[in-house]
């Protein structure tokens, strides 16, 4: 018998928080393969910022376009949010 190792499949989830609109972040897009690809590459392309925690997208993949994420998720998503606005604020130029 011949067992073939496939590396495990890129998957990618975006989501999106309005202030003062929405109740809690909301999932854009989500895919896995070139779908993931093209939501990396579109990221990249608006220089969103990117953070890679597999258990996380795992969670959130589980959820639908333009659903709000469950509560049990607000903690480990607001440490996304954190390290995107620490990013945001290091790539500013000094004032």
């Known amino acids: 018998m011949k067992t073939e190792h496939h590396p495990a499949q890129k998957e990618a989830v975006a989501l999106s928080y309005k202030a003062g609109i929405d109740t809690a972040p909301v ?7 070139a779908v993931a690809e093209q939501i990396l590459q579109k990221a990249n392309e608006n220089h969103v910022p990117i953070q890679e925690d597999q258990d996380l997208v795992m969670l959130l993949g589980q959820l639908n376009i333009n659903e709000t994420i469950p509560e049990e998720l607000f903690e480990a998503v607001a440490e ?5 606005y620490r990013t945001d604020q290091s790539m500013k130029p000094p004032s």
């Open 27 to 33: 999932v854009k897009a989500k895919g896995k393969g």
């Open 80 to 84: 996304v949010f954190a390290f995107i």
